[in-house]
């Protein structure tokens, strides 16, 4: 990869690396409706700066109507679903735990696209990675199994629940979006969320209790400009430049790196289950990935990976 490659790498990877941490943070204030719905509302903003700013692209009625249906759908389990869950579950299980689950979506991806996608199927190496990533994810349930802690067991659900809709999300768009810009398919994706995730706000929660603290604003900005618009820019970026399997492989560094946040931010322990559970997690990502064959993503065939 080229020195800008490089650095989109590992900006992308940094950014989505930090935003358990910063969701931990909003979450001890906000209630994960609103920290999701000022997320969407400051990602799709920021996406709309990123398309006025690129002359290539052109932001019309015209153009966007007729994918108005299909993001409706994308939006709700590709971005709101996914962050509310992940969010609701980060008030019960530690921010490092949250990041080495959401990790396994890879593993959810192998097994839908293996039965909705025809050139994608499973071989011996992708099922050895599934077993090994599924492994480590029992070992992070283990120590709720055996307890008597049924919310931290829930949230842990929840998170695990968000990679599965993730990898649903990525086949929905690799088979049903054709033709349509990476940037405008991800503005369409958070201002559908935003709109969802603000109605549903309004309706549910009365009064809406906002933010005070302004630690909590600092995370909710990071989280909508930096870890939804900015984040998923530079990884359509890296995918046109050098292709998905090698772009894929940004998705080792946020659970590392949340693991690490976490303990030194937040004080959260690091036992021998989570440890051994990520690395299991991350060699069994490692393992599905080198049978990927594809050199270069077309453009009509974007997805948005997930974050949080």
């Not at 001890?28 to 799709?44: N, Q």
Request: proline residues 6%.
């Amino acid at each position: 990869m080229s020195p800008k490659d490089w650095l989109r790498f590992w900006a992308a990877g940094l950014i989505w690396g930090t935003s358990f941490l910063w969701i931990k943070i909003a979450v001890s204030e906000v209630s994960p409706f609103v920290l999701v719905g000022f997320r969407t509302l400051f990602g799709t903003l920021g996406m709309l700066g990123i398309i006025f700013l690129n002359k290539k692209l052109q932001l019309t009625w015209h153009s966007l109507r007729p994918w108005l249906g299909i993001f409706a759908f994308i939006g709700l389990i590709n971005v709101a679903l996914p962050f509310v869950l992940i969010s609701w579950g980060e008030q019960y299980i530690p921010s490092g735990i949250a990041s080495v689950l959401n990790s396994t979506t890879p593993l959810f991806t192998i097994i839908l696209a293996a039965i909705f996608l025809h050139e994608d199927r499973l071989t011996l190496p992708r099922v050895l990675g599934l077993l090994t990533g599924f492994g480590g994810v029992v070992m992070l349930f283990l120590p709720e199994l055996s307890g008597s802690h049924i919310e931290n067991l829930l949230g842990l659900g929840a998170v695990l629940v968000a990679s599965a809709c993730y990898a649903a999300s990525g086949i929905v768009i690799k088979r049903k979006v054709h033709g349509l810009k990476s940037e405008l398919q991800v503005f369409l994706q958070y201002a559908f969320a935003a709109l969802i995730m603000w109605g549903f706000t309004l309706s549910v929660e009365r009064p809406v209790i906002l933010p005070a603290l302004p630690l909590t604003w600092i995370a909710l900005l990071w989280l909508g400009l930096l870890g939804s618009s900015l984040a998923s820019s530079l990884y359509f970026a890296l995918l046109h430049s050098v292709g998905p399997t090698r772009a894929s492989t940004v998705t080792y560094i946020p659970p590392l790196l949340g693991l690490l946040l976490g303990a030194i931010f937040l004080g959260e322990s690091l036992g021998w289950q989570t440890l051994i559970g990520g690395v299991l997690i991350v060699f069994g990502i490692m393992l599905v990935n080198k049978q990927r064959l594809p050199s270069k993503l077309p453009e009509s065939e974007d997805g948005q990976p997930s974050e949080d």
